[in-house]
Nanobody, 129 residues
Framework: QLQLVESGGGLVQPGGSLRLSCAAS????????IGWFHQAPGKEREGVACNDYWPDTKNFADSVKGRFTTSRDIATNTVYLQMDSMKPEDTGDYYC??????????????????????WGQGTQVTVSS
């Protein structure tokens, strides 16, 4: 069974932190691009971050630069989105996704780019005081 299982969402105060996890099951994260996406209530899904497999380059949306980072742990077949200094506008559903690396091109944070082939089920994040 091929799955990306997300966890780590919840309620956090502005300025706080959350770490989202995305565990791959039934396939390896080796050689794959990681993408993270955010869908605010009533809005279209937007790209947040992506991570090429090789080289280990990362691309972030302007709205999260300096606040969010993504990483992968090959040993546990898990990817992470570390969210710091969170803002109310970060509220919404977050999705992880994977796709084939288009080396040497930098990964795309656009969810409609065609890169991403497998998607997580999503996890809810609420930033509120």
């Amino acid at each position: 069974q091929l799955q990306l299982v997300e966890s780590g969402g919840g309620l956090v105060q502005p300025g706080g932190s959350l770490r989202l996890s995305c565990a791959a099951s039934g396939f390896s994260l080796d050689y794959l691009v990681i993408g993270w996406f955010h869908q605010a209530p009533g809005k279209e899904r937007e790209g947040v971050a992506c991570n090429d497999y090789w080289p280990d380059t990362k691309n972030f949306a302007d709205s999260v630069k300096g606040r969010f980072t993504t990483s992968r742990d090959i040993a546990t077949n898990t990817v992470y989105l570390q969210m710091d200094s969170m803002k109310p506008e970060d509220t919404g559903d977050y999705y992880c996704a994977v796709g084939r690396d288009s080396y040497p091109d930098l990964c795309a944070v656009d969810p409609t780019s065609g890169t991403y082939e497998r998607w997580g089920q999503g996890t809810q994040v609420t930033v509120s005081s």
